[in-house]
């Protein structure tokens, strides 16, 4: 069965970086992509990035662009958001989701309903 387990949320001042992980497990194969959604309090959920864990595309929503960074460890089945220059307005629940390795190589990173979705990690960019 597939698990998804998100770390390494916290509290951060503005400014400063944190690193998420989203280690995954019961994958058959490599022919998969994980996306990072977040939903802050009162909004709706937005996505992040999203990383083909065969190929390593990536794509990131303009809001994140140079400051977040996804990327993977094959061997680990983890995949990573550093994210640097935090932002008050980045404080929420981050997610990682399973989606298809076509929504990311056509730059949707939407998941379905059958895909899996881990339980969050809680990051609080504050001072």
């Known amino acids: 069965q597939v698990q998804l387990v998100e770390s390494g949320g916290g509290l951060v001042q503005p400014g400063g970086s944190l690193r998420l992980s989203c280690a995954a497990s019961?994958?058959?194969?490599?022919?998969?992509?994980i996306a990072w959604f977040r939903q802050a309090p009162g909004k709706e959920r937005e996505g992040v990035s999203c990383i083909s864990v065969s190929d390593g595309s990536t794509h990131y929503a303009d809001s994140v662009k140079d400051r977040f960074t996804i990327s993977k460890d094959n061997a680990k089945n983890t995949v990573y958001l550093e994210m640097n220059s935090l932002e008050p307005e980045d404080t929420a629940v981050y997610y990682c989701?399973?989606?298809?390795?076509?929504?990311?190589?056509?730059?949707?990173?939407?998941?379905?309903?059958?895909?899996?979705w881990g339980q969050g990690t809680r990051v609080t960019v504050s001072e």
């Open positions: 989701v399973s989606i298809g390795e076509g929504t990311v190589l056509t730059g949707t990173c939407t998941p379905d309903p059958n895909d899996y």
């Open positions: 019961g994958f058959t194969s490599d022919h998969y992509g």
